[in-house]
Structures are given as structure tokens and as C-alpha cells.
């Protein structure tokens, strides 16, 4: 069975089988930030009931944290992935002072989050739809 964009994640086996190949891509393509000491790990979860963010940074120990069912379908998990990637690249002790002045959706960090994820994630799919569609 070949996965499209559209395929629903059904597991965290299957969001860990994507999300392993999109991290790899983000880690050569998009690089670290070199200021921290450690390499950004990526974890799944589960969201609890109710919770309905995709992803979260925690810039406090570089821990990226993707809620695989909240992603839905391939397509944004990978966007999440690369949302988060970019923000670990990012200054983020700015953030909460960034949020406090201009709200989530006009905060200039999550504006360029957006726009990062928007520019990369089909290029991002294209290199590794071969490798998880193998039979």
C-alpha cells in the first residue's frame, strides 16, 4: 500500500515511521541551533482529551513533542514537524514577551513557523515518499 499526503495517521507506529524520515530531512536541510548544547529530540505523544495543539516546542530542553493524533493525516504531521523544527532555530526566550505583545497568530516567530513549513513541506514529502512507499 503506497501513503499519499491525504493518508490518515492511524497509529504512532505510522506517525513514528514518517516523522523519523521528515526529521532526518529537517536536521540536513534546515540544520540545528548551534547556541544549544544538545541536539533536539523528538518525541510522540498521544493528546489528552480535549487538547487539540499538533505540536509543541520546549526550548528549555530542546525537546520537540508532536501529538500524532491531533496531526490527522501526513500532510500535518509534516508540516508540524518542520512548524516546530524551524522553532528550535529560533530564538525562543523572545517568545513569550513576542505573544504578550501581538497574540499567537500575529506573533512574528509563529508567522515565520507558518511560512517555513508552508515552503518546505512538499519538498520535504517528495524526498521521502520513495523510502516510506517502498514495498
Not at 525537546?63 to 529560533?90: A, F, M, P, S
Not at 512574528?108 to 520513495?130: D, G, N
Request: glycine share 6%.
Amino acid at each position: 500500500m503506497g501513503y499519499t499526503i491525504r493518508s490518515k495517521i492511524e497509529s504512532r507506529a505510522f506517525a513514528l515511521k514518517i516523522g523519523r524520515y521528515a526529521e532526518r530531512w529537517c536536521r540536513s536541510n534546515m540544520g540545528t541551533n548551534r547556541r544549544k548544547k544538545y541536539e533536539p529530540t523528538i518525541t510522540y505523544y498521544k493528546s489528552m482529551e480535549g487538547d487539540l495543539d499538533m505540536g509543541e516546542y520546549r526550548y528549555w530542553d530542546n525537546e520537540i513533542i508532536i501529538y500524532y493524533n491531533n496531526c490527522g493525516n501526513v500532510k500535518n504531521l509534516i508540516r508540524t514537524i518542520i512548524h516546530e523544527w524551524q522553532h528550535q532555530l529560533q530564538p525562543m526566550t523572545k517568545y513569550e514577551a513576542l505573544d504578550t505583545k501581538y497574540g499567537y497568530r500575529k506573533n512574528p516567530l509563529e508567522i515565520e513557523a507558518e511560512a517555513v513549513e508552508e515552503k518546505h513541506y512538499k519538498e520535504l514529502w517528495m524526498s521521502i515518499k520513495p523510502k516510506i512507499n517502498r514495498v
